[in-house]
Structures are given as structure tokens and as C-alpha cells.
T-cell receptor
Framework: GQQVMQIPQYQHVQEGEDFTTYCNSS?????IQWYKQRPGGHPVFLIQ?????EVKKQKRLTFQFGEAKKNSSLHITATQTTDVGTYFCAGQPARQLTFGSGTQLTVLP | KAGVTQTPRYLIKTRGQQVTLSCSPISGHRSVSWYQQTPGQGLQFLFEYFSETQRNKGNFPGRFSGRQFSNSRSEMNVSTLELGDSALYLCASSLVGGTHEQYFGPGTRLTVT
């Protein structure tokens, strides 16, 4: 079926290093959403991008939506231990909201 | 505003039994979606209800069903439980609909033995 692919599956970084996770769809997405799930917690909405080429920033987090609206990325600058968790993208390649498989980020102090 | 609440938080059931999970959305939210989260399959969409009507359904067998009440509270039911149904069941509410900003509850951890 139509999916939203996300890479990498796991990422270990030293505190202070940057981190990027990528999301791709084979079909055009009307919007892309990003969520963060802390260990033992539930997904928490971070942001929604709607426009082609859109870039939004939240402090150290930068979100991009591709020009063709088929891909997106989340970049974290200078990671901190509080950034630990799994980051999910979610889009709508078909009728329903489809989540990527997530990128589990570990930040080593 | 109070967040999304789910009950119970933990549940242990035996294969073949049935289970009902409950979700109370954020006040004013009319859309409630249910997801199954497992380590192997990630977050899988079960169904969405909006104003008591099922608006969308994921690719799950008929053993999985749900409903929504007039106060937007929702329940999901799983009949004839199988070991593979062990998962975290997450409910999410939305002001606009199931394809927009989702507010998740803490989930119900179901273990089937």
C-alpha cells in the first residue's frame, strides 16, 4: 500500500552533534506533520507543513517540506539529552494519515 | 484544557477473550482516531470517528471495531483476542479531522497471553 518511508531507523549522536531524519512518499502529500515520542510516552505533535518548499523553525529544530511535496526533513542543531525519543513524520498519501516508521534518536552525554 | 484520556492504562487478557478500550477526547474535538503501536509495525491506523460516524478505516480485521458517542467519547473493541494483538493502543483527537494535527492520549497497553 501507499506508505510514508522514514530514514534512518536509529541514530546515535554525541551531545552537541546535529541530527537529521528524512521522510519520503511516492505520492504528493497535502501536508506533512512531525511528532515526537519520548521513551514510555505518547506521540506529541510538533509541527505541520503545508506549502511546497516550506521551512519552519522551532528553536534548534528546522523542518522542511520538499518542493514536490513528497519529502520532508527534520534537522536538530546541537542535540541535547532532552531531544532523546522517536521522531515520526506523518502524511496522507491516501485517505488516512499514515505515519512513517520513526527515527529513534539516542543522545550520548 | 484537559488532554486526551484513555482507560484503562494497562490490561492483561487471555487469547479468545474480548476487550473494550475507552477514550475521552479534548473538549471540543469531534474527531477521534485509534492507532495500534507495536515495535515491529510502528503506528498503524485503525479507524477514525467524527460526529459518531466512522469516517475512515484502516486495514485491520473485523475483530477490531469502534464507536463514538454523542459526547465524542469513543470506544474500541477487539473480539477473539490473539497473541498478536498485544500492543499499545493510542487514541488521538483532533479539532479538524483525522488527517490534521493529532493530540494523542497516553495509550492503553494491552497484553494478550
Amino acid at each position: 500500500g501507499q506508505q510514508v518511508m522514514q530514514i534512518p531507523q536509529y541514530q546515535h549522536v554525541q551531545e552537541g552533534e546535529d541530527f537529521t531524519t528524512y521522510c519520503n512518499s511516492s505520492t504528493t502529500l497535502s501536508n506533512i506533520q512531525w511528532y515526537k515520542q519520548r521513551p514510555g510516552g505518547h506521540p506529541v505533535f510538533l509541527i505541520q507543513l503545508v506549502k511546497s518548499g516550506e521551512v519552519k523553525k522551532q528553536k534548534r529544530l528546522t523542518f522542511q517540506f520538499g518542493e514536490a511535496k513528497k519529502n520532508s526533513s527534520l534537522h536538530i542543531t546541537a542535540t541535547q539529552t532532552t531531544d532523546v525519543g522517536t521522531y515520526f513524520c506523518a502524511g496522507q498519501p491516501a485517505r488516512q494519515l499514515t505515519f512513517g516508521s520513526g527515527t529513534q534518536l539516542t543522545v550520548l552525554p | 484544557k484537559a488532554g486526551v484520556t484513555q482507560t484503562p492504562r494497562y490490561l492483561i487478557k487471555t487469547r479468545g477473550q474480548q476487550v473494550t478500550l475507552s477514550c475521552s477526547p479534548i473538549s471540543g474535538h469531534r474527531s477521534v482516531s485509534w492507532y495500534q503501536q507495536t515495535p515491529g509495525q510502528g503506528l498503524q491506523f485503525l479507524f477514525e470517528y467524527f460526529s459518531e460516524t466512522q469516517r475512515n478505516k484502516g486495514n485491520f480485521p473485523g475483530r477490531f471495531s469502534g464507536r463514538q458517542f454523542s459526547n465524542s467519547r469513543s470506544e474500541m473493541n477487539v473480539s477473539t483476542l490473539e497473541l498478536g494483538d498485544s500492543a499499545l493502543y493510542l487514541c488521538a483527537s483532533s479539532l479538524v479531522g483525522g488527517t490534521h494535527e493529532q493530540y494523542f492520549g497516553p495509550g492503553t497497553r494491552l497484553t494478550v497471553t
